[in-house]
């Protein structure tokens, strides 16, 4: 059974930066996509950046320009970079994975235990 293990998050000033690291484990299993969610309270859950096994990235408009998601597949471990951090950046944030397990015969979606970044002076 895959697994995700979240860490990273905390309290930053604006203007600052914080990395979140997301790391699966397990055995026998292949992870293709992975990413980034967050939800603050009161408001909808909102993909925030992605990543292929290639690499290839997307991001929401909102984090453009000031968010970087990177991976290490020899690790199984996906990077969210947030820098110039704003108030309304404040979230949990929950990284989820894609993938097959070659034990089972399936494909997957794990997620995360979340995380919880505060962005406040």
């Known amino acids: 059974q895959v697994q995700l293990v979240e860490s990273g998050g905390g309290l930053v000033q604006p203007g600052g930066s914080l990395r979140l690291s997301c790391a699966a484990s397990?055995?026998?299993?292949?992870?293709?996509?992975m990413g980034w969610y967050r939800q603050a309270p009161g408001k909808e859950r909102e993909l925030v950046a992605t990543?292929?096994?290639?690499?290839?990235?997307n991001y929401a408009d909102s984090v453009t320009g000031r968010f970087t998601i990177s991976r290490d597949n020899a690790k199984n471990t996906v990077y969210l970079q947030m820098n110039s951090l704003k108030p309304e950046d404040t979230s949990v944030y929950h990284c989820?994975?894609?993938?097959?397990?070659?034990?089972?015969?399936?494909?997957?979606?794990?997620w995360g235990q979340g995380t919880l970044v505060t962005v406040s002076s």
């Open positions: 989820y994975a894609d993938g097959y397990d070659n034990r089972a015969y399936n494909d997957f979606r794990v």
């Open positions: 397990g055995s026998r299993f292949r992870i293709d996509t």
């Open positions: 990543i292929t096994r290639g690499g290839s990235t």
